[in-house]
Nanobody
Framework: QVQLVESGGGLVQAGGSLRLSCTAS????????LGWFRQPPGREREFVAG?????????????TYADSVKGRFTISRDNAKNTIYLQMNSLRSDDTAVYYC?????????????????????WGQGTQVTVSS
């Protein structure tokens, strides 16, 4: 049984920082493509950032970001802890949303990040991030 558990959300002032974590179980984490999505109030779920399981500058995964978060958010993974992180800096009020962690089907050995929700098979329950202005 696959489980993704997010944590680290909360209330922060504009300009502040938060770090979200997503710990996975029940899947081959080291060969999984994972991503962060968010759902602002009254809107559809949208892509934030994703990471593959190989490649990139460190060889620990190539990263992709939505234009709205480039330069402010950083996604990373720790395969030893089965966890991905989303470091969020310079937060703005329009970053307010429920943040979800998603995993693509690891059995397919995907090597690229997808930006559509339909391309992710497993989801966490979400964690609320509220940025006050």
């Amino acid at each position: 049984q696959v489980q993704l558990v997010e944590s680290g959300g909360g209330l922060v002032q504009a300009g502040g920082s938060l770090r979200l974590s997503c710990t996975a179980s029940g899947l081959p984490f080291a060969s999984s493509v994972l991503g962060w999505f968010r759902q602002p109030p009254g809107r559809e779920r949208e892509f934030v950032a994703g990471i593959t399981w190989r490649g990139g500058a460190t060889g620990n995964g190539a990263t992709t970001y939505a234009d709205s978060v480039k330069g402010r958010f950083t996604i990373s993974r720790d395969n030893a802890k089965n966890t991905i992180y989303l470091q969020m800096n310079s937060l703005r009020s329009d970053d307010t949303a429920v943040y979800y962690c998603g995993a693509r089907d690891p059995g397919r050995l995907y090597t690229y990040v997808a930006v559509r929700t339909d391309d992710y098979r497993y989801w966490g329950q979400g964690t609320q991030v509220t940025v006050s202005s």
